[in-house]
Each structure stands twice: as C-alpha cells, then as structure tokens.
C-alpha cells in the first residue's frame, strides 16, 4: 500500500508548552505568597485582592488547570498526532483551543482575587466562565475525536484510552457540580443545598483529581516514558487491567472526604469501600511505568528526565496508597481538616504532576528545536533542587497535621480539654509554616533554572512547525487475523470505547448521588430550620467572597473533642438552605458552625478590623475593608428569588420588603455596636452584614429565632420571642 506524506503540527505543542511554563511559574509564585501569608499575616495581605482567601483559591486554580492543564495539552497533541500518525484534523480548532483556554485563565486571575467565586473546591470559577470552559472542553473533545476517526494507525494505543476517559468524564463532572442559578453575570447559587451539594462537590473534587491530575497524565506517562526510556510499555496486559478497573472504581470514592459528616453513613462507607479497592489499579499503573524502565536504569544516573519520570511515578504510588488509606475512618479521624490533608495533595500535585511535567518538557523542546538540551546539569540541578523543595514542602505538613490532630483531642483527666483555646494550636504550627514555605521557595527555583535552560536550548535550534511524516492510509477492508485477542475489537473501535468509558464511569455517580437528591430520608430536615434573613444572606454572599471557608470549617463532627469544643454535632437538617455548602476542608481557624451568639457583635468587629487585638498570635488576615465598604443591596430581592426558586420557603412579602427587612435588622446591629465600641458604625457597613451571618450560624436548632428570622416565612416583622 502506498504511503501517504503528511506533517505534524508542532506550533500548538509548542504553545501549549510555552504556556505550561509561564502559567506554571505565576501560579507556584502565587503559592509561595499565599504560604508566607500564613507566616507573615500583617505584612503580607495589604489589600483585598491580596488576601489569603481569595489568592489561595487563585493557586489551586493556576495549579491545576493553567500549569497541569497546559502540560495535558501540550503532551496530547505531541503523543496523539504520533499514535495515529495524523495531522490534527483542524488547525483552527487547534487554535482556538489554545487562546480560549489562556481566555479562562486569564478570566480566573481576574474574577478570584475580586472575590468573584462560587467558593466551591476546585471549581470557583462563577457561571459564564464555566459555560466558557464547557465549550472549550468540546472543542479540543471534537478535535481530538475528528482526529481519531481520520487515523492511519488502526489500534488506539493505551495512551489514547486515558484521553478518551479524561475528555467524557470530566464534561460529566464540570457540567453536574455547576449547576447553578445565575442571579447576575458575577453571581449564581448552585442548585444543589447543604449534604446534596457537599456529595456532588466531593463526587467532582475527588475525581477532578482523578481525571484531569490523573488519567491524562497517566496517558502522558505511557507515551512520554518508553520514548525516553527507549523500551516497550512492560505489560500490554497490565494496562488494559489499569485502566478499566481504574475509571470504574476512581468515581465512587469521592464520598470518603466527608466521613464523619452529615453525610448519609450508606453513602461514607461506599466511599471508603471503593477507595480501598483503588490501592490495585493505582498501582498496577505504578507498577506498569517504573518496570518498563527495566534494562534502562543505567540511563536514569545520567538522564535528568528520566529521573523526573522516576521520581513522578514513585509519588504517584506513594500518593495513591496514601489516599485510600486516608479513607479508613480511623486515619480519617486523625487527618481530616489538618495540613496532612494539603501534605498529601502536594505529593501528587508537585511530584506525580509536577516532575512528569518537567521530564516532558526537557523531552520535547530539544526535539521540536532540533537540538540538544543546553546543559544536563542545569537539569539535574532542578531535579535536585525541586526534590529538595518536596521534601521540605510536604514533611513539615505531615508534622503539623499530626500536631493539630493530637493537640485538639488532648483532655485532662477532669473531662477538659488541655488546648481549649484553638490558637494555642495555630501557633505552634508557624515555623512549619515557614519551613513550607521555604519548600516552596526551592521547588520555584529549579523552575526558573528549567526557564533560563529551555530559553538557551531554543536559542540554540531551530523550531520544527511542520514535522513530514508518511504512513500508508488505513485499510477500509480490514479483516482482523485469527486468534487475535477479543479485546482488541473495542480498542480499535474509538466510538465503543467512548461509550463504553462513559457508561462505566457514570454508575457509581449515579448510584451515589441521585439517591441523596430523591429520597428524603437521606436527608431529614428540622422543623426549626428557617431561612437566612437578607442581611444574614448578604453577609453569608461576603463569607464567600472573602473565601473563609478555606480557612473555617463550618461542620462539628460527632467526637468528643469537637463537641467538647465547640458545641452539638451538625446535622444534616441544618443545611437544608445553604446554596451552596460551607462544610471546608482545612481548619487553619475554628469550625464556626456554632458560632452564633458566643460572642457580641463588637468581639466580631473588633477581630474582623485587627485579629490580632482579640486573639494574639492569630495568624488571621485583617478585613479592614469590610468596615469602610458600603454593602451593596442593589441584587437583594433578586438573590432572594431566586433562593425561593430553589425551594427556600421565603414569602413573597417579605421579597416584596426586602431592603426594608434588610435595614431593620442592621440597624439593631449596628446601634449595638455603636454602643460598645464608642464610634458611629452605619448600618450600610458590609461588616454588619457578616456580623449577621456569623450570628446565625447554628442556633436554629435552639429553637431561638428574632423577629427577623420569623419574618422570612411569615413576611411581616414579629415581637421577640
């Protein structure tokens, strides 16, 4: 059969790398700030946009989908053109790709740091960025899939399997967890409320882990590591069995970050069951990648890049024995809400992502510029460097995890707890705190050592856009040989194998979740539950902007300690209005979920303006802006609307009043403060509106409610019970 000549598109690899190292670098730089926030608290959040809670949500995004994302792009379009020895089937999808992708991320570097967030895990990116992101995600789907179907390769190599189930499950997860409500292009509430919402969020945070920090880069590591190794993936067999049982089991576990919540129990175990079970494809996957280095480890003493893609297999494992064993209750009850939890995702994040991504780009930029890396030793000096900065990132984490944890369960032998005070916690965490810092400091370092090395190798080659290749068409009357293995028929048929991925990753989604959402026993509502007034939504709408919940938990789970602490375990009743949930994950603060009426407003005041004068030694950013901000009421009945669209039981009188709802209860608060703090505070403050929130938070179950809170329901303001 006669060959057909045609050229590898190496400009959008090349973009996409470019991409990968700029946005890599801003993204970890952002990190190293938020870091030494927590160490230098006064100095280090001077403005709002500065602030840890809103450039802590900025880092993970850049984290994972500017440097990991670009890094996924940029391999799949270098790997996948060679695979099925094709052209991408079109170059303006290609391109538009790219830029709308840098268009999102440059729309998330300037809607986070404004407090424009969902505050959802990984997933704060608010409504028209979302839509934005989904068409995006089709576009590069469709390129990829046209691509497939106009191959001259036959078999769809594994690599290709891990991009197929990357592109269909994550368009699954992105599309479910952002449902939502716009109530104006810079704000939404999502349409899932307290224990349903927190499920579906974990079902997309688990496995936004799984299946775009994982599986794609899986793919990556099957492409990228027997190239430069020069040897044949160690076992075909092995990689079948990897994947399948990979994609099925990786989305139910997704439930295991909320043991000992408010969480269904049917639904905590599942999580656990088959986050257990995750330990066997995982490292199946380990196993499959450190072993096709067989015959080739004298090469790993002198390669930089095959010692990145050692190290990154290694924390892949480490990372993926580690979570599943996180998922025991036991260990759960240790880690949970500690920096064990951050110390974890760090192994895989800058390990398992981060190293993989690095060997890639000493790999590819040498071949696309037709030269040779400018110095090895520079290279080896990142490698060394960066290992360095894990190390000293991640283990000072584990220390003050298990500190926390120990510290907030210790009791005298009289039934007190020895550390009742939760700062006497916090601040002995901080020189960790800067030592983790410092770790970040290195890992940027050998990053900007991988910069000047890239920009010298560039300089020194010459950029191949149009790669010529040849390879014969495919054949349209194929007939498979006989005693070919029965597998191979859904490996060369990309439709089925599409298919047959969405259908295996869609059953444990299904049977988690829409239980949770349609049988009301899974969630028994309280009759003393109201709604939150207007002032307290406004205030709870500033909770989120300011991105509190990556600091304060707002759920007591049924220990002794916790109860000792801070009051009743949380139930899931209490939750029934709370679009979205607040549960957190990390305490660097208090659970707040009882905070309501343990202190006068003017302690709140007072810590919000300056921590540190009501708690010293408090690591807690100021919020001085909160004081002299004017609350903006403009969206008020709008945002109540559309909570009643969702089932919140507000009447439409009350709707029909509610600025002058809103004032009224302002006012109280802030004559009160007034009174306690010497100086005129106006009711219009956004301070006052927290203030209101925070009061609220967990007294309904008391029984206890103001006119004001009896006036969501009933419309009309009520005498004091």
Not at 72 to 89: D, E, H, P
Not at 532 to 558: F, V
Request: hydrophobic residues 45%; proline residues 4%.
């Amino acid at each position: 059969m006669q060959s057909e000549t045609f050229f590898y598109d190496n400009k959008i690899v090349r973009n996409f790398t470019i991409a990968t190292i700029i946005w890599g670098v801003i993204g970890l730089l952002v990190g190293i700030w938020v870091a030494f926030s927590l160490v230098f608290p006064e100095t280090l959040n001077p403005a709002s946009w500065l602030s840890f809670g809103r450039l802590r949500a900025l880092h993970t995004n850049g984290a994972i989908f500017a440097f990991v994302g670009n890094a996924i792009f940029a391999g799949v379009y270098y790997s996948l053109q060679r695979l099925l020895k094709a052209r991408m089937a079109s170059d303006l999808l290609s391109k538009i790709h790219f830029w709308g992708w840098q268009l999102i991320i440059v729309s998330a570097v300037i809607t986070i740091p404004l407090g424009i967030s969902s505050s959802k895990e990984y997933a704060e990116l608010e409504w028209p960025i979302d839509i934005g992101i989904a068409l995006v995600w089709v576009i590069f789907g469709v390129n990829m899939f046209w691509t497939i179907l106009k191959r001259r390769e036959r078999h769809l190599y594994v690599a290709i399997w891990f991009y197929i189930a990357t592109f269909v499950t994550v368009a699954v997860l992105h599309i479910v967890n952002n449902l939502e409500i716009p109530v104006s292009f810079t704000k939404s509430y999502s349409i899932f409320a307290g224990v349903q919402d927190a499920l579906v969020q974990w079902w997309y945070g688990h496995n936004a882990v799984a299946f775009f920090l994982t599986t794609p880069v899986l793919g990556l590591m099957y492409y990228f590591v027997p190239k430069a190794a020069n040897r044949p993936v160690y076992s075909y067999r092995l990689s079948i069995v990897h994947f399948w049982a990979l994609i099925f089991i990786y989305i139910w576990a997704g439930p295991h970050h909320l043991l000992y919540t408010a969480l269904p129990e049917w639904a905590q175990s599942l999580g656990t069951v088959f986050s257990i079970m995750l330990i066997f494809p995982s490292w199946g996957g380990m196993i499959n990648g450190l072993l096709t280095l067989r015959g080739a480890w004298d090469k790993v003493r002198d390669s930089a890049v095959l010692k990145f893609f050692v190290v990154a297999i290694t924390a892949y494992g480490m990372s993926t024995l580690e979570g599943p064993l996180l998922s025991l209750k036991s260990l759960n009850a240790i880690a949970h809400y500690t920096d064990w939890i951050p110390a974890h995702v760090h192994i895989g994040t800058l390990g398992w992502n981060g190293f993989l991504i690095f060997g890639m780009i000493y790999w590819l930029m040498p071949k696309m510029y037709r030269t040779s890396l400018f110095s090895e030793k520079l290279a080896n000096a990142h490698f060394w460097i960066g290992t360095t900065g894990i190390l000293f990132w991640a283990l000072p984490m584990y220390v003050s995890g298990f500190t926390q944890s120990l510290m907030w369960k210790e009791f005298n032998p009289d039934g007190t707890l020895v550390y009742g005070n939760f700062l006497e916690t916090v601040t002995q965490l901080i020189p960790l705190y800067a030592t983790r810092a410092i770790g970040g400091t290195l890992y940027v370092t050998g990053m900007l050592i991988m910069v000047y090395n890239v920009i010298k190798t560039v300089k020194s080659g010459s950029f191949l856009a149009q790669e010529e290749a040849s390879a014969p068409a495919l054949a349209e009357d194929y007939t498979a040989p006989k005693g070919d293995y029965w597998h191979r028929w859904i490996e060369r048929k990309p439709v089925q194998l599409m298919v047959g991925a969405t259908i295996v990753i869609l059953i444990g989604g299904i049977i988690e979740i829409v239980p949770t959402i349609m049988v009301k026993s899974n969630v028994p509502t309280i009759e003393d539950v109201k709604p939150y007034t207007a002032l307290e939504l406004e205030g709870r709408d500033l909770y989120i902007r300011e991105g509190c919940n990556a600091c304060h938990s707002q759920m007591i789970r049924p220990f002794r300690s916790e109860i000792a602490r801070y009051g009743d375990y949380s139930k899931a009743g209490e939750f029934v209005y709370d679009h979205p949930f607040l549960w957190g994950s990390k305490r660097t603060g208090p659970d707040l979920h009882r905070v309501g009426g343990k202190y006068p407003h003017s302690w709140h005041y007072k810590h919000m303006v300056d921590p540190r004068s009501m708690s010293a030694g408090s690591i807690m950013p100021t919020y001085e802006w909160l004081s002299s901000n004017e609350l903006d009421t403009e969206l008020t009945s709008k945002k109540l609307e559309t909570m009643q669209t969702l089932g919140v039981p507000y009447s439409d009188e009350y709707i029909a009043n509610a600025d002058a709802h809103l004032m009224a209860q302002a006012e109280e608060i802030a004559a009160e403060l007034s009174n306690d703090l010497g100086q005129e505070i106006s009711p219009k403050e956004e301070m006052v509106a927290l203030i209101a929130y925070l009061q609220r938070l967990g007294i309904d179950i008391k029984g206890e409610h103001s006119k004001h809170v009896e006036a969501t329901t009933a419309g009309t303001l009520t005498a004091e019970n």
